[in-house]
Each structure stands twice: as C-alpha cells, then as structure tokens.
Nanobody
Framework: QVQLVESGGGLVQPGGSLRLSCAASLPFFSLHTMGWYRQAPGKQREWVADITSGGTTNYAESVKGRFTISRDSAKKTVSLQMNSLIPEDSAVYYC?????????WGQGTQVTVSS
C-alpha cells in the first residue's frame, strides 16, 4: 500500500523549532523527489521545500535559511527541520512524493505558531 504518514506537528511559540517527519511506504523511494507543502486556512496549498533523488534541495523564499529538508533512503523518511518559526508558518503541512506521473500525498500535520 502506497502511503505517506506525517508526524511532529504541534503548537510552538514564535522563535521556536519543530521537526516534521514523513514515513513513506513507497516502492523505489530513493527515486522520488520528496517535498513538503503547507496550507493555511483560506489559502491555497503552497510549496515549501523539496529534495531530489540526488539530494538537491530547494526552498521557498519565505522559509529559506530557517527550514532544512533531509531524507534517509534507508529508513524511507523525509524530514523538515523548522527553526525561527513565525505565526505566518502556521498551517497544515503535507508530505509529497513525486516521480514521473506518480504524485502521492500524506494526510497532513498541523503546525501552529502562537504565543
């Protein structure tokens, strides 16, 4: 069964950190580009970061320098380390896997940044 399961969301104060993880049940995991997206209430889902099969990372300007994406192909996981969080980072965060015509989404995990 192909699925992505996110974990690690929660409530954090501004300036704090969280680490999101995504466990993948996915054949040929290492060949997929893995990404994180987020969706705030009333807004469209937006891309946050991704990491290619070769390890190249890309970030949205809004999170560059604060977030770090990484992957562990042996464990079939992808993580998003989020530092210096601000209220505007509050959203449901979704893990994504894509390869060729395949595009798989997780169920999402809530991140709330508030004092």
């Amino acid at each position: 069964q192909v699925q992505l399961v996110e974990s690690g969301g929660g409530l954090v104060q501004p300036g704090g950190s969280l680490r999101l993880s995504c466990a993948a049940s996915l054949p040929f995991f290492s060949l997929h580009t893995m990404g994180w997206y987020r969706q705030a209430p009333g807004k469209q889902r937006e891309w946050v970061a991704d990491i290619t099969s070769g390890g190249t990372t890309n970030y949205a300007e809004s999170v560059k320098g604060r977030f770090t994406i990484s992957r562990d192909s042996a464990k079939k996981t992808v993580s998003l380390q989020m530092n210096s969080l601000i209220p505007e980072d509050s959203a449901v965060y979704y893990c994504n896997a894509r390869r060729s015509t395949a595009n798989v989404w997780g169920q999402g995990t809530q991140v709330t940044v508030s004092s």
